[in-house]
């Protein structure tokens, strides 16, 4: 990277590199804007952003996943509008530290993610984290904030008004564990995964245009629903209470997910930690079902990939993962099933959709860092 960002600025003198992962969550769908629990894992696809000063007043940066360039005077930064293009995640991200109180120095900066776009790994909450990184190089600011500040971005400023989950494990992730966050108190806690299971997940390709739209009306009917179960918030809301409210149609069934998932969160740190490997599988395939049929945030691709895998030899569960209507699912399996898995799952896509799906393996990886090993930096593309 170091070469490249020679090539691309004439200098690198100066240059720091942040590294901010990507994210795949376990289990506790939709439940983050509920203010319940979730228990993503920071993965080691990450957003790796050089920086360097710049010298001239200016703020560069070239995304080399895009090939574009994007430049304003460090001083207007703060004036900018949303342009609808990959730079509002730098620009949103950089309004909210300079709302913070941070000043903005002139830099140039070079972004190359591993993270895949639409595949519901947080490609974006791992550019905004990696950028904020960046800019704010040696000053020490408090990671909750950091992350708070990277989600606030997102929704003000990039217009996608996302839970914390993203961010938040993209700053706090550990190495070998998931983590379990409390959406309400925001806190967490590291929840060591047993031994003999990986994970994998496969990307569907698909990324289907109601994604956005469904979000934001998931957010409401929850609102809604809280309301008229006199509760803060989805979080509050018991089982007992939920069958004695007889709500409508569908905010019966939104609801009744975001409390089962939220139990279910609970249940699986439990399993992980006494090595119940059948149960997490369990639990992951009632998960999809009630994102399925209550939720409603799946498709035809997830389905069929949850339904595959869980004929296949050695898998203990799968879901989707992330807000659904296409990228990925998660899946728990044996390590010496993986091979065999992986073949049997893409033949059988392929055969159904026509198209390729991508496997990534989830290696549990730590939060955003500074990188001071270049050559560790994987090669675009
Ligand atoms: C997206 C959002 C997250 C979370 C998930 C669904 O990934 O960015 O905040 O709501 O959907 O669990």
């Not at 769908?29 to 001239?56: I, K, M, Q, R």
């Not at 992980?272 to 009630?290: I, K, N, Q, T, Y």
Request: aromatic share 6%.
């Amino acid at each position: 990277m170091l070469q490249a960002f020679r090539e691309r600025f004439g200098s690198a003198a100066g240059l720091r590199i942040f590294r901010a992962p990507g994210r795949v969550n376990l289990i506790g769908e939709h439940t983050d804007y509920n203010l319940g629990f979730v228990l993503p894992v920071a993965l080691d696809l990450a957003c790796y952003v050089g920086a360097s000063p710049s010298g001239d007043g200016r703020i560069r940066v070239w995304s080399e996943n895009r090939r574009e360039l994007r430049e304003w005077p460090a001083a207007e930064i703060a004036q900018l509008r949303p342009s609808g293009d990959w730079s509002d995640y730098v620009v949103g991200v950089a309004q909210e530290l300079i709302r913070a109180g941070i000043p903005i120095q002139p830099r140039n900066l070079m972004v190359r993610s591993a993270v895949p776009e639409g595949a519901g790994l947080s490609s974006s909450a791992a550019l905004e984290v990696s950028c904020a990184r960046a800019l704010l190089e040696d000053r020490a600011v408090d990671p909750l904030e950091l992350a708070q500040w990277c989600r606030h971005a997102e929704g003000t400023f990039v217009g996608m008004p996302c839970g914390i989950m993203d961010q938040y494990v993209s700053v706090f992730g550990r190495e070998g564990a998931a983590i379990r966050i409390d959406c309400r108190s925001l806190e967490h806690e590291a929840v060591t995964l047993p031994p003999g299971v990986v994970f994998l997940a496969v990307n569907s390709m698909a990324k289907h245009a109601l994604a956005n739209s469904a979000y934001k009306e998931r957010t409401r009917e929850c609102a809604e629903a809280a309301e008229r179960l006199g509760v803060a918030s989805l979080r509050d809301a018991s089982a007992e209470r939920l069958e004695t409210a007889h709500l409508p149609d569908p905010l019966g069934r939104r609801a009744r997910h975001v409390v089962t998932e939220n139990a279910r969160v609970e249940q699986f740190v439990a399993a992980c930690r006494e090595g119940d490997v059948p149960r997490m599988g369990r639990l992951f395939l009632e998960s999809h079902a009630s994102l399925r049929d209550d939720y409603e945030v799946s498709c035809a691709e997830l389905d069929f990939l949850v339904e595959t895998a869980a004929g296949l030899p050695g898998v203990h569960g799968a879901r989707m993962t992330g807000g659904g209507f296409g990228g990925c699912t998660v899946n728990l399996l044996r390590p010496d099933a993986a091979d065999e898995f992986a073949g049997r799952i893409s033949s059988a896509y392929q055969g159904r959709f026509g198209v390729i799906p991508r496997i990534y393996s989830c290696r549990p990886a730590n939060g955003a860092e500074e990188i001071t090993n270049f050559e560790s930096i994987p090669a675009p593309g």
